[in-house]
């Protein structure tokens, strides 16, 4: 957030959703689990890949998955 937004406006940004979180927590009287993190991080990927898809249909292309190596 700090290179999007500037330090100020990260660092409150941050902060905010740390806020969130903790409320969510406290109002719904449930524990922190380190497992639902990391769905949002998949959901957040699948959200760019679909903007990525879009983006690249928009200028011509096609995007295909890599294969490993």
């Known amino acids: 957030m ?3 937004l500037g330090k100020p406006e990260g660092i409150t940004a ?4 740390m806020i969130r979180i903790i409320y969510k927590l406290i109002a719904t009287a449930t524990t922190y689990e380190d497992k639902i993190a990391g769905n949002m991080s998949e959901s957040r990927k699948q959200r760019r890949i679909k903007g990525l898809q879009k983006a690249a249909e928009r200028l011509g292309f096609q995007l295909i998955e890599a294969q490993p190596v």
């Open 2 to 4: 700090k290179s999007k």
């Open 14 to 17: 941050t902060a905010h959703k």
